[in-house]
Structures are given as structure tokens and as C-alpha cells.
């Protein structure tokens, strides 16, 4: 798997995000990162494909059996530019996704209430928008 702690430690990089970081959002440790980018450790598959399905592409491509990395043109990816922001803001504030999912089980008419109330708490009377 030699190839792999290149491929592993360019595809973080470019992603902008640091060891710690990126080990918070796949829960591993920081130095278990470094040690695979160093080469000094081989990621389970378990963790293999975790790491393949977070940035999108093909175990291959990360083990370095192939050069297509299968990922999806960021435009062709989300419906539109809103969903796209959406979901951006889910991955960075993984925190609000227990409010998302609660959402999700209640009528149009509840979260529209929820809305108003938390529109007066924080002096946004005038916006009426959902």
C-alpha cells in the first residue's frame, strides 16, 4: 500500500483539512493519520472505505491501482447551488444535523412555528421567510 499514504495525505491536503481535523470527521486518532501518511500504518477496510467515501472516490484509486478517481464534478453533484451550500454547511456544523433530522418528522406547519419563535428570540420580526 505504498502508493496509498501519497494518494491519502495529497487528497487531505487538497481538501484543506489538517490531521486533526480530518481524524475528528472519521473518528481515528490524529497520529493514526500521520502514520498513515508516513506509511508506518495501513488503514483497515473498514476505515478504507470510510476514507474513500469521504472524499468521494474509488478504493482503487486510493490503493494506487488506478488513476480514475471517480469523483463527481462538483456542479453535476448537487441539484443545485442552495443544496449544495446545504450540505457544505451540514459537513462543517455537524451539530445541526439533530435539528435537520427532527425537522424531518414534523409537519410544514411546526417548523414554520419553531421559525417565528426563534425569528422573535433573536429580533428578526420582519422576516417572514422559511
Known sequence: MGDFSKIFK???????????????????SRSTI???????????FETLEAIADFFNVDIDYLLGR???????????YYFNDEAREMAEFMFKHPEYKVLFDASRKVKKEDIE??????????????DTGC
Request: proline share 4%; aromatic share 8%.
Open 10 to 28: 495529497a487528497l487531505r491536503q487538497s481538501s484543506g483539512y489538517t490531521q486533526q481535523e480530518f481524524a475528528d470527521k472519521i473518528g481515528i
Open 34 to 44: 500521520g502514520m498513515y501518511e508516513t506509511g508506518a500504518r495501513e488503514p483497515d
Open 66 to 76: 488506478t488513476n480514475k478517481t471517480t469523483v463527481l464534478p462538483e456542479s453535476s
Open 113 to 126: 412555528f419553531v421559525k417565528e419563535m426563534i425569528d422573535r428570540v433573536r429580533g428578526d420580526s420582519n
